[in-house]
């Protein structure tokens, strides 16, 4: 959230919506900020990487928030909105499996074509 709003100018739009859809529930964060490049949306989920000015950011929020939605074996995706911004798709299993059972290799990113 904190981001999106961030990227997002005076007078721009956040929205949140959830949703179950069969044996998930997708939390969707959809912004029509600024949006992010094809040289940084790779890098987005790494530790301390950050676009924001030095004393804004820590470059922490997206790897920490990758980690907890991989400890609920979950995914997160973000793609580019038509017109402007991203949107952001964390899917959560309604029914996880074993709670030892980490999906360490779950996709990261996807980017719609």
């Not at 998930?24 to 094809?38: F, T, Y």
């Not at 990487?49 to 980690?67: A, D």
């Not at 939605?69 to 309604?94: C, D, K, S, W, Y």
Request: proline residues 7%; negative net charge; glycine residues 12%.
């Amino acid at each position: 959230m904190n981001n999106a709003i961030d990227a997002t100018p005076r007078g721009g739009e956040v929205h949140v919506d959830t949703r179950v859809n069969g044996p998930w529930v997708e939390i969707a964060v959809k912004d029509n900020g600024e949006g992010i490049s094809d040289a940084n949306i790779s890098k987005i989920f790494d530790p301390f990487f950050t676009t924001k000015p030095v004393g804004k950011g820590t470059g922490l929020g997206l790897s920490i928030s990758y980690r907890i939605v991989m400890e609920h074996q979950g995914t997160i995706a973000v793609t580019r909105n038509e017109t402007a911004g991203v949107t952001f798709l964390i899917r959560i299993p309604t029914e996880p499996k074993d709670p030892g059972t980490r999906t360490e290799g779950a996709a990261k990113a996807a980017e719609s074509p």
